[in-house]
């Protein structure tokens, strides 16, 4: 039998990649999971509880979204078929793209199958060659990307810096300007100056987009930071994901009725792609309603959160919301502290370079409204047994 020699030489260079993984403390490991509650599952047959779900507010396991995407099961099947440009959309996706932009305070909502295919699809449709998308030093890699696939000039400003950016934006530029933005950053945790943002935009006549996929479901009684702000209408674009706090899987972006309709026909991630799998928009739009008319769930997640937060006050976590990243620094020894809270039943996931910049890798702590006050009083106790978070 002939030995492929291309194969083999492959393998040899990514076996020693990895192995500098390793070594590095970066490698990544499989593990499997089975979740019996929102919170509560087996981790390679250890039962733990999970403080590392987006699972904002206990939706992907909650009997009325189970129920609702059943019922999308039984009606539609379980896969769209084709492009929604090719065999056309369910009613159930258009009622939830309703619902998603009245939800938002804005007139219109297009849903892609994921967040960050949303991302890929506006910033690339929105942008092109002779353009710039200039965005924030944290902002997450769908953003990147998004930029790179437009094959705009990519301008970055660091970190919530609005006069650094009113400096990159102050320079001669013949094209289109996007400035991109997260509103709630998913490894720090802390929000967006959108105020400044939004002036700062409207005075070198660019177009601000921020994407809401940490603060949907957990400011604005729900409805994000953007409306929080009372910035609906200021905001040009909005991108979103049904993936975290609502509990399901997919992602949207909404506007206005002009916006959607160019993204529905320009933005190469929705055009190409399948669209939403049924039972994802029937969960998707079932935890839509039921925040629309009861917020009690992001009450109690906000107790929950200023719980985990008042434990770890010493530790001067940043931020204020469910998000509450603790900076241990070296990757190893993040990875340490995560296997010694897996050890006492406590999923915490150690987050590590490129994620994050090198030197700051972390325990990012998840809280959500199902946990119970046991359950965070526990977590507080392991988490101060820790050397490094101690």
């Not at 593990?31 to 981790?43: L, N, Y």
Request: charged content about 15%; hydrophobic content about 50%; some cysteine.
């Amino acid at each position: 039998m002939r030995t492929n020699s291309n194969a083999t030489a492959l393998d040899t260079q990514l076996a020693h990649a990895l192995d500098e993984r390793a070594a590095q403390g970066l490698l990544r490991t499989r593990r499997t999971v089975t979740w019996r509650s929102a919170v509560e599952c087996d981790v390679d047959g250890r039962a733990c509880v999970a403080f590392c779900s987006n699972d904002y507010l206990g939706f992907a396991h909650d009997p009325t979204t189970r129920a609702a995407a059943a019922e999308a099961l039984a009606t539609y099947g379980t896969g769209a078929g084709a492009s929604r440009l090719i065999s056309g959309e369910y009613p159930l996706v258009r009622e939830l793209e309703q619902r998603l932009a009245a939800f938002k305070q804005v007139a219109a909502a297009l849903v892609f199958p994921s967040g960050y295919m949303a991302n890929l699809g506006v910033i690339a449709a929105l942008a092109g060659a002779r353009d710039r998308v200039v965005i924030d030093r944290l902002a997450h890699a769908s953003i990147v990307d998004g930029a790179r696939l437009a094959r705009a000039r990519l301008c970055v400003f660091p970190h919530n810096d609005v006069a650094a950016l009113d400096h990159i934006l102050a320079q001669p530029h013949g094209g289109r300007t996007l400035v991109v933005t997260e509103s709630v950053f998913s490894m720090d945790g802390d929000c967006a100056p959108l105020e400044e943002l939004v002036e700062c935009c409207a005075a070198h006549a660019a177009t601000l987009v921020v994407d809401e996929a940490h603060a949907l479901g957990v400011y604005g009684g729900g409805r994000g930071l953007v409306v929080e702000r009372g910035l609906a209408a200021r905001v040009p674009v909005v991108v979103g994901t049904l993936s975290k706090a609502l509990g399901s899987q997919g992602g949207f972006a909404v506007g206005s009725h002009l916006l959607v309709e160019y993204l529905f026909n320009a933005a190469r991630a929705f055009v190409y792609t399948t669209g939403i799998m049924p039972a994802a928009a029937g969960a998707a739009l079932a935890a839509v309603r039921v925040l629309a008319h009861d917020s009690g769930r992001v009450t109690r997640l906000w107790r929950n959160t200023q719980q985990v937060r008042a434990g770890l006050v010493a530790a001067r976590v940043p931020g204020n919301g469910p998000i509450c990243p603790l900076i241990v620094g070296d990757a190893q020894a993040a990875v340490a502290a995560a296997t010694r809270l897996r050890d006492a039943g406590l999923l915490v996931p150690a987050v590590r370079p490129p994620t994050v910049p090198v030197g700051t890798a972390r325990l990012r702590i998840s809280v959500s409204a199902a946990h119970t006050e046991a359950q965070c009083a526990a977590l507080l106790r392991a988490l101060h047994s820790l050397p490094a978070t101690s």
